[in-house]
């Protein structure tokens, strides 16, 4: 599996959209692209996957470049509810080991 | 519908000892694993399954042993526990279709290795 890079932690404000980041410059051609989140102590949740298109569902939204080298989560309006730990995957359908890596803290602020 | 249920929520151990953490699911999952996260850090693959009698190994598998008898069950023993293992351990479930990859994650099990 292709490795991701993520920073580490990031601010947003309460209502603004919260833009994440994730690098995936080794991504091949059969690797989608997953997002994750982990609040506080819980399990991770899922939030949102592609291939290559842009993809949209309740609770984000996922750009991923033309190149697929890189991608966005969107968080359109960002609540203290979103703060948790936000990890990007890449994964091979059919692989069995999904590695989540450190992810990147995201804290929305009052 | 429970999803996945992990036993016990806490546990305290003392080094040598052996323990069991239990995992159920009832969605019918063929694929369950187990992850371990530590303070500050992500989640670590321990080992995994993708049926009844198959299982396979994480990044991290030392000092854990799996079994999966049934399709619901997927417990993971500690054969020797030791302080480097204390750890919050996660029990997930996961089916796919097509590029879907949905985990399904218990609340999690504290353990402390005295």
């Known amino acids: 599996d292709a490795k991701t890079t993520q920073p580490p932690s990031m601010d947003c404000a309460e209502g603004r959209a919260a833009n994440l980041p994730c690098n995936h410059s080794?991504?091949?051609?059969?690797?989608?692209v997953y997002w994750y989140r982990q609040i506080h102590s819980q399990g991770p949740q899922y939030i949102i996957h592609?291939?290559?298109n842009n993809e949209t569902n309740e609770m984000a939204s996922l750009i991923i470049t033309e190149d697929r080298k890189s991608s966005t989560l969107i968080l359109p309006h960002a609540t203290l509810r979103d703060t948790a730990v936000y990890y990007c995957?890449?994964?091979?359908?059919?692989?069995?080991?999904?590695?989540f890596g450190s992810g990147t803290k995201l804290n929305v602020k009052p | 519908n429970a999803g996945v249920t992990q036993t016990p929520k806490f546990q305290v151990l003392k080094t040598g000892q052996s323990m069991t953490l239990q995992c159920a699911q009832d969605?019918?999952?063929?694929?369950m694993s187990w992850y371990r996260q530590d303070p500050g850090m992500g989640l670590r693959l321990i080992h995994y399954?993708?049926?009844?009698?198959?299982?396979d190994q994480g990044e991290v598998p030392n000092g854990y042993n799996v079994s999966r008898s049934t399709t619901e069950d997927f417990p993971l023993r500690l054969l020797s526990a030791a302080p480097s293992q204390t750890s919050v351990y996660f029990c997930?479930?996961?089916?796919?279709?097509?590029?879907?990859?949905?985990?399904?994650f218990g609340e999690g099990s504290r353990l402390t290795v005295l």
């Open positions: 995957i890449v994964r091979v359908v059919g692989f069995n080991k999904f590695y």
């Open positions: 969605m019918n999952h063929e694929y």
């Open positions: 592609g291939l290559k």
């Open positions: 399954s993708v049926g009844a009698g198959i299982t």
């Open positions: 080794t991504i091949s051609g059969n690797e989608y």
């Open positions: 997930a479930s996961s089916y796919e279709a097509g590029g879907l990859f949905e985990l399904f």
